[in-house]
């Protein structure tokens, strides 16, 4: 599997409720972004966590992250509707001139 | 609006033309990263350019792909003789320094590239 893996690939919630997406990486990372796409547009940058942080959190948005197992998490609390979106993490080389991203997580907030 | 800018949004061709994508970055970025994206899929990093350089095209097919960032104008994406396996998403990023590490790329809203 490539580098940044979300999991699940889909998810559906009811509105006001909590949607978590999981998100596994190989390689070390300096750190990992969290993007937001909404259909038909460019990406949106959300959250940036570094190795040495644990959590993070911005908003209704909260990120953690396990680099002995090589994964992260992103919680949206209290979803809405206008959440509907796909999310993907992201890790940046050594370089840091290239973001590898993930399939993706593809969310549906119904009113 | 200050951020990154894609022209066209749309584009098709022929099998066999030339595709060009331009991209603006954000005023004062002066690097362009540029990303492919099959529907349902994630972005695929392509090549990373600065001003007048390629720094990183080990994305980028060796053949009938090429990217330029010059001096003055837009960073340009350029497919020759296209193929239908060219039909994607094709998304522009820019940053104010190298260190993805510690910044966030800021994104334009792509090219849709089709070809019949």
């Known amino acids: 599997s490539q580098q940044g893996e979300e999991d699940p690939q889909a998810l559906s919630i009811q509105e006001g409720e909590n949607a978590t997406m999981n998100c596994s990486y190989k390689?070390?990372?300096?750190?990992l972004q969290w993007y937001r796409q909404n259909s038909g547009r460019g990406l949106v940058h959300l959250i940036l966590i570094r190795s040495n942080e644990r959590e993070k959190h911005s908003g209704r948005l909260r990120v953690t992250l396990d680099t002995s197992k090589k994964s992260s998490s992103l919680l949206i609390t209290a979803s809405r509707a206008a959440d509907t979106a796909s999310y993907f993490c992201?890790?940046?080389?050594?370089?840091?001139?290239?973001?590898?991203f993930g399939g993706g997580t593809r969310l549906m907030v119904k009113p | 609006n200050a951020g990154v800018m894609q022209n066209p949004r749309h584009l098709v061709r022929r099998r066999g033309q030339e595709a060009r994508l331009r991209c603006s970055p954000v005023k004062g970025h002066s690097h362009v990263y540029w990303y492919r994206q099959l529907p349902e899929e994630g972005l695929k990093f392509m090549v990373y350019?600065?001003?007048?350089?390629?720094?990183?095209e080990s994305g980028m097919p060796k053949e009938r792909f090429s990217a330029e960032f010059p001096k003055e104008g837009p960073s340009i994406l350029r497919i020759q003789q296209v193929v239908r396996g060219d039909s994607a998403a094709y998304f522009c990023?820019?940053?104010?320094?190298?260190?993805?590490?510690?910044?966030?790329?800021?994104f334009g809203d792509g090219t849709r590239l089709s070809i019949l």
């Open positions: 990023a820019s940053s104010p320094s190298h260190r993805g590490n510690d910044q966030p790329q800021h």
């Open positions: 390689t070390s990372i300096n750190n």
């Open positions: 350019l600065q001003k007048e350089n390629i720094i990183d």
């Open positions: 992201a890790t940046a080389n050594n370089a840091g001139n290239m973001l590898t």
